[in-house]
């Protein structure tokens, strides 16, 4: 199991899921197009950054549930859904020490010029952070939280960062009610347990930082700032500690989001920072916005909900959320069912678990669900749209979803109704020598 981004390279580098790229490429759209083609297969290492010799990039290190799998020390991917179920339900609190960085820019020394963010898409507002995972701390309770944002520099030490209404933004909220600042740190390439864990959403005083450590039997220790008070994980390769400020806002925006397309332009809080630590040749993890790693990390933690809450109503299979539904908002589940009417109690269930979900899709356990011709076949002649597609006029969706108010829903039951042997696919029997011969081609 990997107890730090680096070690996390060399596991996936010894399986070869590692690609180097070491020609001199820039940060502006050269390195998020080589991502784009290559980061859902392989994790891609920038040795090489135009301007920016001391430092390396990699993406894609989480990109899909083999990679997150193996990083995790698992060793099936199937055991990722159980294994942070487990770690929600046993968090175990991370050790403090204090640790020195190689680098450390503070005050005067911070400008966000130095490190290499990446400008991703042809219209998006300018450089942004993908993959800084922003640690706060409640003033009323003490509680932490671990939250991604995404984050754009506005000046030389100062970030605006996009916060959804979630606990972060109630920190937020709490602290400027009280007329004060939160101390917050944005940690950047750290450690598998630590980047699935602050993708989950917890109960507002759980600590996702306790749920990594429990992915990691313990193994997580935070350190103390030097221009915070809030602790973060040892092992981040790059850290801004700063303060959010409570009482002003900028633009945030238009950048392109899991959807791929792009997101609006609001106002969002601003991030200063106060001082930047870095590991030596640090590494910067970027996320590709809509790519594999994208889509894994946010939907995984949707799955395993999913699944906790579907199994209650159904006897379940599989779970997800599909690649071409963004990751996000379209998602297929395989069961047994012994109702007739339980896909649609599935389907209530899966809505309940992920209100961002726009359509549910249930199919028997015959079907592949990963796979989006077999899912739409089983649509197509499994289901009567009259009876099988259930809307649902009015219900809380997803911010990143345009379409239009109020947010609606449709699950659709394409499981088998009837004579079975009505819907089954037909097969052509295939032996040895017609098997030997096809090998012989793919050769
Ligand atoms: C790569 C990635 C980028 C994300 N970007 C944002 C973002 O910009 N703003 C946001 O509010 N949530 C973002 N999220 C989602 C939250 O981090 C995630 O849902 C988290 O669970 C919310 O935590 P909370 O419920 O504890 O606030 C992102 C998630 C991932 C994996």
């Known amino acids: 199991m990997a107890k730090s981004l680096r070690e996390a390279i060399e596991i996936l580098e010894r399986k070869g899921l590692v690609i180097r790229i070491h020609d001199s490429v820039s940060k ?3 390195i998020p197009s080589l991502m784009q083609e290559l980061e859902s297969r392989f994790a891609v290492f920038f040795e090489n950054i135009e301007g920016y010799e001391e430092f390396r990039l990699i993406s894609g290190i989480y990109g899909d549930r083999r990679r997150l799998s193996v990083t995790l020390g698992l060793k099936d991917e199937r055991e990722i859904y159980d294994a942070l ?3 929600i339900k046993n968090p175990i609190s991370p050790k403090k020490e204090s640790v020195d960085f190689d ?32 640690i706060a701390k409640d003033i009323d309770s003490g509680a932490r939280n671990a939250s991604y944002h995404r984050m754009t520099p506005i000046s030389k030490n100062r970030l605006v960062m996009r916060v959804v209404e979630r606990d972060l933004w109630a920190f937020i909220m709490r602290a400027r009610e009280a007329g004060k600042n939160l101390d917050a740190a944005v940690v950047i390439g750290v450690d598998p347990a630590t980047a699935i864990a602050a993708a989950t959403t917890l109960p507002i005083y759980e600590d996702e930082l306790e749920v990594a450590n429990s992915l990691l039997s313990g193994e997580l220790s935070v350190t103390n700032g030097l221009k915070t008070n809030v602790e973060y994980p040892s092992n981040a390769e790059i850290v801004l500690e700063g303060e959010i400020i409570t009482d002003a806002l900028e633009e945030e925006g238009p950048f392109v989001d899991i959807t791929g397309t792009y997101d609006t332009i609001r106002k969002q809080p601003v991030f200063k920072v106060h001082a930047i630590r870095m590991k030596n040749k640090p590494i910067f993890h970027a996320i590709l916005p809509a790519g594999s790693e994208h889509k894994t990390l946010m939907g995984l933690p949707r799955e395993a909900k999913i699944f906790n809450l579907v199994k209650e109503v159904t006897v379940l299979k599989d779970v997800y959320l599909t690649d071409w539904g963004c990751g996000w908002l379209e998602c297929v589940m395989s069961i047994k069912k012994r109702h007739k009417d339980e896909p649609i109690n599935a389907g209530m269930a899966a809505i309940t678990a992920h209100p961002s979900v726009k359509k549910v899709i249930v199919v028997d356990d015959d079907i592949n669900i990963r796979d989006c011709k077999e899912v739409y076949w089983a649509v197509i002649t499994r289901s009567n749209p009259a009876k099988d597609y259930v809307i649902i006029p009015r219900a809380k969706g997803s911010t990143l979803d345009h379409s239009g108010e109020p947010r609606s829903k449709i699950i659709i039951d394409a499981t088998i109704k009837g004579e079975r042997s009505l819907f089954e696919k037909g097969v052509i029997p295939r032996n040895s020598r017609v098997k030997e011969i096809l090998k012989k081609l793919k050769r």
């Open 85 to 87: 179920n487990n770690a």
């Open 28 to 30: 502006m759209h050269e």
């Open 103 to 134: 680098i450390n820019l503070v005050n005067e020394e911070v400008d966000l010029r130095k490190i290499p963010i990446p400008t991703f898409y042809e219209k998006d507002k300018g450089p942004y952070i993908t993959a800084g995972i922003v």
